[in-house]
């Protein structure tokens, strides 16, 4: 039987050039926030944007940050 991995090889040198997970959790969730306004407008669309807005924010709030000696 076969399992999946997978390499975060990638994902890894994008984070130490952008912003740090904790950083990105922020933004997103602000942005999530921000589509508020348009509820009454799009309310399936906002919630599902939202939602998927809090499934990687939940993800990028596991990552845990450290600092080493190099």
Same mark, same amino acid.
């Given at each position: 039987?076969?399992?999946?991995?997978?390499?975060?090889? &990638?994902?890894? *040198? #994008? %984070?130490?050039?952008?912003? *740090? =997970?904790?950083?990105? @959790? &922020?933004?997103?969730?602000?942005? %999530?926030?921000?589509?508020?306004?348009?509820? #009454? @407008?799009? =309310? &399936?669309?906002?919630?599902?944007?939202?939602?998927?807005?809090? @499934?990687?924010?939940?993800?990028?709030?596991?990552? *845990?940050?450290? &600092?080493?000696? #190099?």
């Amino acid at each position: 039987m076969k399992t999946t991995v997978y390499d975060f090889s &990638e994902a890894i *040198k #994008q %984070a130490n050039t952008w912003y *740090k =997970p904790s950083e990105l @959790s &922020e933004i997103l969730k602000d942005a %999530a926030l921000h589509l508020a306004h348009l509820v #009454q @407008s799009y =309310p &399936e669309a906002v919630c599902t944007v939202q939602c998927a807005i809090k @499934s990687v924010c939940d993800f990028l709030d596991t990552i *845990k940050e450290m &600092e080493v000696e #190099q």
